[in-house]
């Protein structure tokens, strides 16, 4: 069965960076996209960025554009998230998901995702 483990999160203030990272198993990685969400208190979960293993294409929200990274490592069956310039609204839950494909998941949200990792905690401080 696939698993998804997410690290690297953590407190940081605002202006600064962090890179999360999703080690992936139990499935053909380069069949397959792997993409981030964050989930902040009391609102709903939100795609922020997706890789699509086959072809390396990304894609981003609007809110990240130009200050997060989305890249994956294929021997190592990893996706990292190079998140720069963080500021407070930042902060959230994010999750690593798996899913069929980039669009599916950045254009029908969760309903796009087949698994879940667990979640790891970023915090920005102002």
């Known amino acids: 069965e696939p698993q998804l483990v997410e690290s690297g999160g953590g407190l940081v203030q605002a202006g600064g960076s962090l890179r999360l990272s999703c080690a992936a198993s139990?499935?053909?990685?380069?069949?397959?996209?792997i993409g981030w969400f964050h989930q902040a208190p009391g609102k709903e979960r939100e795609g922020v960025s997706c890789?699509?293993?086959?072809?390396?294409?990304?894609r981003y929200a609007e809110s990240v554009k130009g200050r997060f990274t989305i890249s994956s490592d294929n021997a190592k069956n990893t996706v990292y998230l190079q998140m720069n310039s963080l500021r407070p609204e930042d902060t959230a839950v994010y999750y690593c998901?798996?899913?069929?494909?980039?669009?599916?998941?950045?254009?029908?949200?969760?309903?796009?995702?087949?698994?879940w990792g667990k979640g790891t905690l970023v915090t920005v401080s102002s």
């Open positions: 890789i699509s293993n086959s072809d390396g294409r990304t």
């Open positions: 139990g499935f053909d990685f380069d069949r397959y996209a």
């Open positions: 998901a798996l899913t069929i494909t980039c669009a599916a998941m950045m254009e029908h949200g969760t309903i796009g995702v087949d698994y």
